[in-house]
């Protein structure tokens, strides 16, 4: 089964960092751009930022642009996403995801609680 | 930026029956619109890509129509394993800005 694998949440203060990783499948994580994806508590989807296959190429959102770092290790298979700054809405379960547009393999998410 | 507008927010259908979920853009994002299912506590699981292509696996029971910025998924001979939260989302932006709709909860009746 294609198991992407998060880990790196927990709970940080306001202005805090943290670091999420996600351990991917090797034939995904070699033909696919990656995306983080993000859900608050009881609210919908909210695409964060993604990287090309290469780790040449990365994009934001707005409410994160300036604050988080997406990148890669293909030695390692895993995705990265740096969260500085925090804030209390950064708050939410974030998920792994293949691909720049639409998502066929997703992580099980880990969960930022952002919170003094 | 592209507002994706799904409706209605919570529909009640009787298993074995019909379910029809709307989504609406802002602007037209051609067939760029994929549809995801997420049951409490798991991650979104793709559907529909490309308006009408059902991804891997998917039964034929779910199928989904539209452009530009109309869009239906349907679900019909609703089973058990069906009731959850549908989202639309849109990736016809560049750079990418893939974004959902708010979602529709589809309930047992």
């Known amino acids: 089964e294609e198991q992407l694998l998060e880990s790196g949440g927990g709970l940080v203060q306001p202005g805090g960092s943290l670091r999420l990783s996600c351990v991917v499948p090797e034939f995904v994580f070699s033909s696919y751009a990656m995306s983080w994806v993000r859900q608050a508590p009881g609210k919908g989807l909210e695409w964060v930022s993604a990287?090309?296959?290469?780790?040449?190429?990365?994009y934001y959102s707005d409410s994160v642009e300036g604050r988080f770092t997406i990148s890669r290790d293909t030695s390692e298979n895993t995705l990265y996403l740096q969260m500085n700054s925090l804030r209390v809405e950064d708050t939410a379960v974030y998920f792994c995801?293949?691909?720049?547009?639409?998502?066929?393999?997703w992580g099980q998410g880990t969960l930022v609680t952002v919170s003094s | 930026e592209i507002v994706m507008t799904q409706s209605p927010a919570t529909l009640s259908v009787s298993p074995g029956g019909r379910a029809t979920l709307s989504c609406r853009a802002s602007?037209?994002?051609?067939?760029?619109l994929a549809w995801y299912q997420q049951k409490p506590g798991q991650a979104p699981r793709l559907l529909i890509y490309g308006a009408s292509t059902r991804a891997t696996g998917i039964p034929a029971r779910f199928s989904g129509s539209g452009s530009e910025t109309e869009f239906t998924l349907t679900i019909s001979s609703l089973q058990s394993e069906d009731f959850a939260i549908y989202y639309c989302?849109?990736?016809?932006?560049?750079?990418?800005?893939?974004?959902f709709g708010q979602g529709t909860k589809l309930d047992i009746k």
């Open positions: 995801a293949s691909g720049l547009s639409y998502s066929n393999y």
């Open positions: 990287i090309n296959v290469g780790g040449s190429r990365t």
């Open positions: 602007q037209s994002v051609n067939t760029n």
């Open positions: 989302q849109q990736y016809n932006t560049w750079p990418p800005n893939p974004i």
